[in-house]
C-alpha cells in the first residue's frame, strides 16, 4: 500500500494547490469586480473643444447636469460637451473651477458627479431621449436595470461561495467545493451578462443621439476591470469544480482498494 499512499499524497497536494490558485483567482475578481462598480470610468467622452472656452448655453447645461430633474438627453448632451465619464451609479462633468460669467476663461478644471438615485436605475428610457411622451423603449430600460443588478447579483454568489468553502474547510472535505464552483461559473455568467448589457445599452444610447464630430467615446478602465473579472471567475469555478470532483474519484477508488 505504501507506493499508493505516497501517490495520494501527492493528489493531495495537488489538490490544494488547484484549490489556492482557486481562490487567489476569485479573490482577485472580486476586487476588480467591487472596483468597477464603485469607480466612474466606464465610458468616457473626450471633446476637442476645451472645456473653458464654452458658451454660455453650455454653462447653462451645466447647471441642469446638477439637477434631479435632468432628463437623458440633458446629462448626455453635457457628458458630450464636458469630457463626461459614465459609471453604473454616478454621471461626472469636467467643469472649470470659477464659471461665472464676468470671470474670464481658466485652465483650472474640476470633476463635479451626481449620484444616479435609486429611482433613476429603475426609470423608463424613451424611445426619442427626453421626450416622454415618444413611448417607452423596452430594450433600454431593461438593459439599463440589468446593468444594476448584475454585478451585484455577481459579488452576492461569490460572497455566498466563499462561506461555503469556509464550510469545506471548517468540515475537512473537498467536495462542497463543487457548490463553490458552481456559484463561481453563475457569477461569471452574471459578469459578463452586465458587460453585453452596459455594451448594447451604450450602443442603442448613441444611435438615439449620436456623437458630435468633435466628441471621441471609449470605454473606461472601469469597464475593463470588469470584462477581467469574468475570466477569472470562470477560471477559478474550473479549479474548484475539478479539485472536487477528481478528488471524490480518487477517494471512491482508494476505499474500493482498500475493500479488495
Request: glycine share 6%; hydrophobic share 45%; charged share 15%.
Amino acid at each position: 500500500l505504501f507506493p499508493y499512499s505516497s501517490k495520494g499524497a501527492m493528489m493531495d497536494n495537488r489538490f490544494a494547490t488547484a484549490l489556492v490558485i482557486a481562490c487567489v483567482l476569485s479573490l482577485i475578481s472580486t476586487i476588480y469586480m467591487a472596483a468597477s462598480i464603485g469607480t466612474d470610468f466606464w465610458y468616457e467622452y473626450h471633446t476637442l473643444s476645451p472645456a473653458e472656452n464654452v458658451s454660455e448655453a453650455s454653462r447653462s447645461i451645466w447647471d441642469e447636469f446638477v439637477s434631479e430633474e435632468a432628463d437623458e438627453k440633458t446629462y448626455t448632451d453635457a457628458l458630450f460637451r464636458c469630457n463626461g465619464t459614465v459609471g453604473l451609479w454616478r454621471r461626472c462633468i469636467t467643469v472649470p473651477k470659477n464659471s461665472h460669467w464676468y470671470s474670464p476663461p481658466e485652465t483650472d478644471m474640476i470633476t463635479n458627479c451626481i449620484s444616479f438615485s435609486l429611482s433613476d436605475q429603475f426609470m423608463e428610457k424613451y424611445i426619442e431621449p427626453g421626450n416622454h411622451n415618444s413611448g417607452t423603449d423596452l430594450n433600454r430600460t431593461y438593459l439599463w436595470r440589468l446593468q444594476f443588478l448584475l454585478p451585484f447579483v455577481s459579488l452576492g454568489l461569490m460572497c455566498f461561495g466563499a462561506l461555503i468553502g469556509l464550510c469545506a474547510c471548517a468540515c475537512r472535505s473537498l467536495y462542497p467545493a463543487i457548490a463553490t464552483g458552481v456559484l463561481h461559473f453563475l457569477a461569471g455568467l452574471c459578469t459578463l451578462g452586465l458587460v453585453g448589457c452596459y455594451v448594447a445599452g451604450i450602443e442603442l444610447l448613441h444611435k438615439k443621439l449620436p456623437l458630435p464630430d468633435d466628441v471621441k467615446g471609449e470605454f473606461g478602465w472601469s469597464f475593463c476591470l470588469a470584462c477581467v473579472s469574468a475570466p477569472l471567475q470562470f477560471m477559478a469555478a474550473a479549479l474548484f469544480i475539478w479539485a472536487a470532483r477528481t478528488n471524490r474519484k480518487e477517494f471512491t477508488l482508494l476505499k474500493a482498494y482498500r475493500v479488495a
